[in-house]
DNA sequence: TTCGGTAGTCATCTTTTTCTGACTTATTGC
DNA sequence: GCAATAAGTCAGAAAAAGATGACTACCGAA
């Protein structure tokens, strides 16, 4: 039994789609903090106060696949990983703002 | 201990409130639909291939809790009910809108 | 008064998300 | 070599969300 949101005749959603992108307890934290430059796991840790490990992780594997972060590995100083907004990413900004200063 | 999701020290993303008052299985879906006009239990039902009353009704309460949808009780030919949008849920028709075409 | 339509509730079960704590691997400063 | 920093993984537990099936209540028509 295939398990897809199937919604025939149409009544597919289409912002459901992005809208998804964005779910879960931690997406909207990180991408906030991603809209103002690279942002690394430890930062995250900091900021995101009461966010597990775990969690952020998956969070970021997610918003990977999704194609909204770039994970890049910095070869310098001390040796880090940064996530930076893809193209996808950015497009969303936008978007992300006026959801911010609906309230 | 109160596990409010409070991210302290401004780090409170307020897009997430936004987001979480369409996040759910068929949120989305119902609001799309009721964006086209007032919606009915029974509409939804057919419409959201795949949902249950449970889930609809839940999802129907939580809308009506964030006030992005008002229920009314339409005293007329077959007694009924509807849930329109709400000045509230029409603020956020625009931006629905974005996430739509968005992809 | 019984039936169909409309709109649910309730208890329970299953699935999905999130959390916890212990352990890992690579690099770098001392 | 040894500890710290950075970035995780993994197994298991707990919590939240969603699904199921049975049952309820109201109205109107036959």
């Not at 998804?20 to 909207?28: A, C, E, M, T, Y």
């Not at 990977?64 to 994970?71: F, G, H, I, R, T």
């Not at 880090?80 to 900004?93: D, P, T």
Request: hydrophobic residues 35%; glycine residues 6%.
């Amino acid at each position: 039994m295939t398990t897809e949101n199937t919604n025939r005749e149409g009544a597919v959603c289409p912002a459901e789609e992005t809208l998804k992108l964005l779910s879960g307890k931690w997406k909207p934290g990180i991408f906030r903090l991603a809209c103002d430059g690279p942002v690394r796991f430890s930062t995250l840790m900091r900021e995101l106060t009461g966010a597990n490990k775990q969690s952020i992780t998956s969070a970021l594997r997610e918003l990977e696949a999704d194609e909204l972060l770039v994970k890049t590995i910095v070869r310098e100083k001390p040796l880090h990983i940064e996530y930076h907004l893809s193209q996808k990413g950015e497009a969303i900004v936008p978007i992300f703002r006026q959801l911010e200063s609906l309230k």
